[in-house]
């Protein structure tokens, strides 16, 4: 491979398919990463539609399996060097806080947190031996805020933050770049887990749980097309000087990160709970 090489983990659907397709496009050789390598021929497909087909290579990576990140190694030391690492893989989880058992809560992180921090621990040497590399972590808004009903998601967001802060100041010595893209909501799969959310008739919280649901499907119609996240994945992975460390990206989203950066808390929490009010 004479090109650069992009990793991409979760690239069977959603952000990372879609990254693989613009990375790919942009010139990359990319190797997409699933746990399911079931669902490669779809990616393939779609690699082939856009005529990049000969440069996405799937392997197998299940980011939570210290063993699969170990194999993984390996496939590693096959390569020249890796230039991007995006760590894509994640899920959303949904529930109320007190009805949420630890072992959900430790699972939720499982993928989203600990499983940044195995894959980028497993890249980094490769990076560091070239001098250079960029390294880029799919956040959310719910990084920056916590919405009721999502502590899982949010709480594992927000450590992902604070992790990619620290990185960056790490690495930056070492000529390598860590940057959070933090999506508002888009047309992808991953609210899936809010919605399937099943809640005990007596849940002191079912009306409030119901209130969510209904403010989940009538924003359906605003959220945005997935693909701009992947073009400024894209656009970032191209950019010749150094990226800024965050990238808030969808309809609201900057105007709810200056919102709490400016208001009192009891405003923002009387704003979000008066809207959920209004819905019941």
Known sequence: MDKKIAIVTGSSSGFGLLCVLELAKAGFEVIATMRNTGKAKSVLDEAARHDIENSV??????????????????????????????????????????????????????????????????????????????????????????????????????????????????????GIDVVLVEPGSYQTSIWSGMEEIIIRADSPYRSFMESLKTEVEKGKADHGNPEDVAKLVTRIALQ?????????????VKRNLLIKSLAPWKVIEAAILGKLIKTK
């Open 240 to 252: 010749p000087n150094s990226p800024d460390l965050r990238y808030p990206i969808g309809k609201g």
């Open 57 to 174: 290579h799937i392997q197998p990576l299940d980011v939570t399996s210290k063993e699969s990140i170990d194999q993984f190694k390996n496939y590693l030391n096959t390569l020249e060097s890796v230039d991007l690492l995006v760590n894509n893989a994640g899920f959303a989880m949904g529930g109320f806080s007190e009805e949420v058992s630890v072992e959900e809560y430790r699972r939720q992180f499982e993928t989203n947190f600990f499983g940044v921090i195995g894959v980028t621990q497993a890249v980094l040497p490769f990076m560091r031996k070239k001098g250079s590399g960029k390294i880029i972590n799919m956040s959310s808004i719910s990084g920056r805020i916590g919405f009721p009903g999502l502590s899982p998601y949010a709480s594992s967001k927000h450590a992902l933050e604070g992790y990619s802060e620290s990185l960056r100041l790490e690495l930056k010595p070492m």
